[in-house]
């Protein structure tokens, strides 16, 4: 991906957009049960590589005015890193792009949740909580956005997706 203007107004907005959601929708996002409504964002470098960038800053600042900490905030947002890295290589089996952001989210975030801030639950417990709540937002809300982006011409048109 080359570094140009475009790419970097797109990231931008990807991540002020995450961030805002994040931050808007306060404790949902945050703990060992969370609905990061945001997180249906993570199936975007399948057809927009900006996107990696963009929901890696997004991530970076949502964390940093409503997360955990430094944990949180370095953990998460790599988990989500790797996440939207792992979808981007994904992106001709439609039915997996969701998959990375829900397994390294249960995984990463559910691991340090349970291990630096809430032992309510089991860590496995902890793990599929976190894991079944990015289920049903990537692939109930993520899914979707991208089947709308695919038919509306007019944003393909303006992200210049193929």
């Known amino acids: 991906m080359k570094l140009s203007p475009k ?3 797109q990231s931008a907005m990807i991540a002020a957009v995450y961030s805002t959601l994040t931050i808007l929708l306060g404790s ?3 703990g060992p049960i969370q609905f990061r409504i ?3 964002m993570t199936v975007l470098p399948t057809v927009l590589p ?7 800053i997004g991530c970076i600042l949502a964390n940093l005015l409503g997360g955990f900490g430094t944990v949180d905030i370095i953990l998460g947002s790599m988990a989500t890193l790797l996440a939207a890295i792992c979808t981007r ?4 089996h439609r039915f997996l792009y969701p998959l990375p952001p829900v397994l390294f989210n249960a995984i990463i975030v559910g691991a340090y949740i349970y291990f630096l801030y809430d032992k309510t639950y089991p860590l496995l417990l902890t793990m599929l909580f976190i ?9 109930g809300i993520g899914l979707p956005l991208i089947t709308f ?3 509306n011409s007019t944003l393909k048109r303006i992200f210049q997706i193929k």
């Not at 900006?50 to 890696?56: E, K, T």
């Not at 290589?89 to 001709?92: E, I």
């Not at 894991?131 to 692939?139: A, P, V």
């Open 131 to 139: 894991g079944f709540s990015q289920l049903i937002i990537c692939y």
């Open 7 to 9: 790419i970097i107004i």
């Open 89 to 92: 290589l994904l992106r001709k």
């Open 149 to 151: 982006i695919n038919k």
């Open 28 to 30: 949902f996002g945050f």
């Open 50 to 56: 900006s996107s990696i960038p963009g929901l890696f």
């Open 38 to 40: 945001a997180e249906a």
